[in-house]
């Protein structure tokens, strides 16, 4: 980077053709009241305030992420507004060039249709089209050609040669008129054109609104407010940019955790799955840290302010998942690139035939030069181009989304056919997220039934996911429940109660070890349950232990086969999870999956996809919480369950929407398939022009006389437009 440059009077507004940077000290001297925006496709390229790219004209982004920001979507419903005024008013402009010439016969009413399409074309080109024009400047001022500068050209020749046409035919030579004497007009190419784009716009634009939802479901997560403990003892709501670190802050029973920080008086549990991903709350006790925007149980807990505003977890989460989406680039680079190449071409050519024509042709030679130049950039007219990528992209999204499938981006569907490498997380991916009763073993003369019936009804009235899981296999197995008297939650051990005026008990080792009895064989059956991936519960009364309740987040029937599959199409699975290492290692040894990761958290979630990512690996992640939101984001492709959160969901380019891991299977296909006809999209989008060029430019006409009309150049534009559209709508009766 060259300091001189970056720190001149402009450095935040001026990009040169070499060079679109600033230097990070320019940056840090922004006030907080600037915004600084920067490119999704080159981020690089800094500003203060919003604008468009200098290189490829795509929209600028806020490089800093907040709610107030993310409400905006102007762009979006005006590029909507364009596309429908336009698309409406290009209907008649079809008629009449389609047909309703043909059933006029005197010149004087061909004359007044001349003026009619002209009416309704310049409000679609000049209106429809302004933000096209702009951008087609842009690229001009700034040396760099892209889609914009070819449908600039594109849609401004045409429509200004059919202006001329207009008000000047006299100056067009008889070769150029119809039955009827008049000058063909290509108002109907322009505005077309014009109506085409416009709706690749609204759908990029579309796609690219979501990206923002990620960061909004993640800042909506933290608390506005902390109950702040003052010096005197009282307390006080107070907001939550007003903490600082040092502070006493009180976290009540329900209440969303307010700032990283750690437990200096009380003990309750904390529902941590934000995190971890992990159902079960975690039990906090003096001296145990705990993480802003994670939800407290039923205890009361005082908590130190360790961490606040940008250095909390949460935050670290929104800048992690930002920067991950921020760094990808949409599949339109690849038609930009040869943008860069084809514009200088093709004007090249144009401004050759011309000259050549103009030196060298019959007379009147100028209007030969004009004429075959235009020719020459009609045929040249980007709409197939731009049509190559989002015909198919739309079609194949309908189609997935039949399938369960949905794609976020165009750029997932490139790379999903590239993976090579699937990290999954356990919880809610591989299993199904919720906690279930799956085993009851007794070792008392009591039977299983009596047991259930007896852990039920203490459970009945707590809402720990344990519980919740309990209560529901009791019903399952229809038991009655008994009405519960002198309920009392024993906080880190289980609860207790008496059932028909008998005191029962049910929790951990440690709530059961009182009972003077051998607790050696129960050991032994705990040992055994965890060993198959569940938690072990013991019930006891007064005076023995009566049995044990396993309960486990159980593998998703599907999960085996989609494994299966997965494998054998040459793709390695690597298991990361939150979750303990003898647990994550039961599950993995279940599913045959061998690479296994534990207790990781979410920003070593994403070292990890970043690592096999700088091996050469083209890595997709497969999650559903908000733990994994950063991994997904960074990930060459993000999967999120559709049973999980709406942050995961966000935050990743694929969600399947029942939660089936099978349905990436279905995906790659899709991806497969759509890729193979946006190739052949391309190739129609370019044989008519490889082909057409050369006639349009008059190769043809020193040895067989033969000119291309910019009618016939037009036609060729329109046909292979058909073609694109056509090869695109074939993936609607794809087997997948």
């Known amino acids: 980077m060259k300091n001189d440059r970056a720190h001149e009077n402009h450095g935040l507004n001026e990009h040169s053709h070499q060079e679109h940077h600033i230097s990070k000290n320019t940056i840090s001297e922004i006030s907080s009241k600037d915004i600084v925006y920067t490119c999704p496709m080159h981020p690089q390229v800094r500003q203060k305030g919003?604008?468009?790219?200098?290189?490829?004209?795509?929209?600028?982004?806020?490089?800093?992420?907040?709610?107030?920001?993310?409400?905006?979507?102007?762009?979006?419903?005006?590029?909507?507004?364009?596309?429908?005024?336009?698309?409406?008013?290009?209907?008649?402009?079809?008629?009449?060039?389609?047909?309703?010439?043909?059933?006029?016969?005197?010149?004087?009413?061909?004359?007044?249709?001349?003026?009619?399409?002209?009416?309704?074309?310049?409000?679609?080109?000049?209106?429809?089209?302004?933000?096209?024009?702009?951008?087609?400047?842009?690229?001009?001022?700034n040396r760099s050609p892209n889609m914009f500068t070819l449908i600039g050209l594109g849609v401004g020749v045409a429509y200004i040669y059919s202006l001329v046409?207009?008000?000047?035919?006299?100056?067009?030579?008889?070769?150029?008129r119809g039955h009827s004497g008049s000058v063909a007009l290509y108002f109907e190419p322009a505005a077309v054109?014009?109506?085409?784009?416009?709706?690749?716009?609204v759908l990029e634009l579309r796609a690219r609104s979501q990206t923002g939802a990620a960061i909004k479901s993640l800042l909506s997560l933290a608390p506005k407010t902390a109950r702040k403990i003052f010096s005197d003892s009282s307390e006080r709501d107070v907001q939550i940019e007003e903490i600082q670190v040092g502070d006493s802050l009180r976290v009540r029973p329900g209440e969303k955790v307010p700032i990283d920080g750690v437990v200096i008086e009380g003990?309750?549990?904390?529902?941590?799955?934000?995190?971890?991903?992990?159902?079960?709350?975690?039990?906090?006790?003096?001296?145990?840290?705990?993480?802003?925007?994670?939800?407290?149980?039923?205890?009361?807990?005082i908590i130190k302010a360790e961490k606040v505003g940008k250095d909390t977890l949460l935050s670290q989460i929104v800048r992690m998942v930002s920067e991950a989406q921020r760094s990808r680039a949409p599949i339109q680079k690849l038609a930009d690139q040869v943008s860069g190449y084809f514009v200088p071409a093709v004007v090249g050519i144009a401004v050759l035939a011309s000259i050549i024509w103009g030196v060298w042709g019959p007379e009147p030679r100028m209007a030969y030069a004009i004429i075959n130049a235009v020719a020459v950039l009609i045929i040249a007219c980007p709409c197939a181009l731009g049509l190559a990528t989002p015909m198919s992209i739309m079609v194949a999204t309908g189609k997935s989304a039949t399938l369960g499938v949905l794609f976020k981006d165009a750029e997932a569907i490139e790379q999903l056919r590239k993976v090579n490498t699937l990290v999954v997380d356990k919880t809610g991916t591989l299993t199904l997220g919720k906690p279930k009763l799956t085993s009851v073993r007794t070792v008392s003369e009591i039977?299983?039934?009596?047991?259930?019936?007896?852990?039920?009804?203490?459970?009945?009235g707590s809402e720990h996911p344990l519980a919740s899981a309990i209560v529901q296999g009791a019903v399952d197995r229809k038991a009655s429940l008994i009405s519960t008297e002198s309920f009392e939650s024993i906080t880190g051990q289980g609860v207790s109660g008496r059932l028909s005026g008998k005191k029962y008990y049910l929790g951990n080792l440690k709530l059961v070890s009182k009972i003077n009895q051998n607790l050696q064989r129960a050991r032994e059956v705990a040992d055994e349950l965890r060993l198959d991936g569940q938690t072990a519960m013991f019930l006891a009364d007064e005076t023995r232990l009566l049995g044990l309740i396993g309960v486990s987040d159980p593998i998703k029937e599907s999960t085996p086969e989609a494994?299966?599959?997965?494998?054998?199409?040459?793709?390695?699975?690597?298991?990361?999870?939150?979750?303990?290492?003898?647990?994550?290692?039961?599950?993995?040894?279940k599913l045959g999956i061998s690479n296994i990761k534990a207790e990781v958290l979410p920003d070593q979630k994403s070292q990890i996809i970043k690592q096999l990512q700088d091996e050469g690996k083209t890595v997709a992640m497969a999650g559903d919480g908000v733990n994994d939101a950063p991994a997904l984001a960074l990930a060459h492709v993000g999967i999120a369950m559709g049973t999980g959160t709406d942050v995961a969901m966000h935050s990743s380019s694929v969600t399947l929407v029942k939660g089936d891991l099978r349905g990436i299977l279905k995906a790659r296909k899709v991806s497969e398939i759509t890729m193979r006809n946006i190739k052949q999209n391309l190739f129609f989008a370019f044989i008519y022009n490889a082909l057409g060029i050369p006639v349009a430019a008059g190769i043809l006409y020193p040895s067989f006389g033969i000119l291309l009309s910019p009618l016939f150049a037009a036609a060729a534009m329109s046909l292979s437009s058909v073609s694109v559209i056509g090869n695109s709508l074939r993936l609607k009766s794809s087997t997948i």
Do not use: Y
Request: aromatic share 8%; charged share 20%.
């Open 193 to 201: 054109i014009v109506v085409l784009v416009l709706l690749g716009q």
């Open 267 to 301: 003990t309750s549990s904390i529902d941590e799955a934000m995190v971890t991903g992990e159902p079960v709350p975690v039990e906090k006790s003096i001296g145990q840290k705990v993480i802003g925007a994670t939800i407290n149980g039923t205890g009361s807990l």
């Open 447 to 460: 039977s299983e039934n009596e047991i259930i019936q007896i852990a039920a009804s203490l459970e009945k």
């Open 50 to 141: 919003p604008g468009n790219c200098p290189i490829c004209g795509m929209t600028l982004e806020p490089l800093e992420i907040s709610l107030h920001e993310l409400d905006g979507d102007s762009e979006l419903k005006q590029m909507t507004q364009r596309f429908f005024a336009s698309a409406v008013l290009v209907l008649p402009l079809l008629f009449i060039t389609m047909g309703g010439r043909h059933l006029i016969e005197s010149a004087r009413s061909l004359r007044a249709l001349d003026w009619i399409e002209l009416a309704i074309a310049t409000p679609i080109v000049l209106w429809g089209g302004w933000p096209f024009f702009k951008k087609f400047w842009q690229s001009l001022r």
């Open 563 to 589: 494994l299966k599959a997965l494998n054998e199409s040459g793709i390695e699975v690597i298991m990361v999870t939150g979750d303990a290492l003898k647990t994550a290692e039961v599950v993995g040894h």
């Open 165 to 176: 046409a207009v008000f000047f035919p006299h100056i067009f030579p008889e070769s150029f």
